[in-house]
């Protein structure tokens, strides 16, 4: 091989990493934007926990202000239940699907166990042993849904979900009948709104705070009562060791 083909394949293998080289940078940023289009497309993760918003800043420094933070308390606490409602509707999903897949086992399970063994001894076969095995697995199905509450939260899910939007919509109601009858005294700049205005407003801004939190609390408390029921039930059966029946971070509770 003679120098003139060295230098020339030299300069080829250079050409051709520099268009490799060039390719890869022109590709980085599609590459880039491909990810971030996909990640603006995928819907983000909720939290599995019900949070709370965070608390408006209230100043009353002129009517202007007075305005924007009665708009604002308003804005929080719809949002709030809001978010309660839509948190308890993604919860009864998840346990109306558990259930019914719950009864669903259970059904067919149980009609299996009484059919088998009927088939087989018409049969002049034996299939017992089996109608035994489908039955204890519609009971195991049974005992798994009654023991986590999968039916009866699902219930206590669409009932909270009913409450808090039913709250939500008188409120919102009783809002706009009071702006209808104050007319343009409501709306007229410049002015700070009337004691009984603001004092009215604020009331029905707590009202539906405390209505959504009272539903949550009874949710919960019916919740524990529950779980502490069921526990307590296995436990007199020996199917739980003592303690079992403590709420998950109560106090005494390892890994609390």
């Not at 120098?3 to 050409?15: D, N, P, Q």
């Not at 603006?40 to 608390?55: I, T, V």
Request: net charge positive; hydrophobic share 40%.
């Amino acid at each position: 091989m003679t120098l003139g083909s060295e230098s020339a394949g030299a300069a080829v293998t250079a050409a051709g990493t520099g268009a490799l080289a060039t390719s890869g940078a022109s590709d980085a940023p599609a590459t880039a934007s491909r990810r971030r289009t996909r990640r603006r497309l995928l819907p983000a993760r909720r939290p599995r926990d019900l949070q709370l918003r965070p608390f408006p800043e209230v100043e009353s420094d002129d009517w202007h202000s007075q305005r924007e933070a009665l708009a604002a308390l308003r804005t929080w606490a719809e949002q709030g239940a809001e978010d309660a409602i839509d948190w308890y509707l993604r919860d009864k999903k998840r346990k109306r699907t558990g259930s019914r897949l719950l009864q669903g086992l259970a059904i067919a399970f149980a009609v299996a166990g009484t059919a088998i063994p009927l088939g087989t001894a018409a049969a002049g076969g034996s299939g017992q042993g089996w109608g035994y095995v489908l039955l204890a697995l519609a009971a195991g199905c049974k005992g798994f849904d009654h023991f986590f509450g999968l039916s009866s939260s699902w219930m206590r899910d669409i009932a909270v979900a009913h409450a808090i939007r039913a709250e939500l919509n008188a409120v919102r109601l009783e809002w706009a009948t009071d702006v209808l009858r104050a007319g343009r005294a409501s709306a007229r700049p410049g002015e700070w709104l009337q004691p009984s205005e603001v004092e009215r407003q604020l009331t029905l801004i707590a009202r539906l705070v405390n209505a959504v939190r009272q539903q949550i609390d009874t949710e919960t408390a019916d919740w524990q009562t529950e779980f502490r029921s069921r526990t307590r039930q296995l436990n007199e059966q020996g199917a739980l060791p003592a303690g079992a029946d403590r709420l998950p971070g109560a106090p005494g509770v390892p890994g609390a």
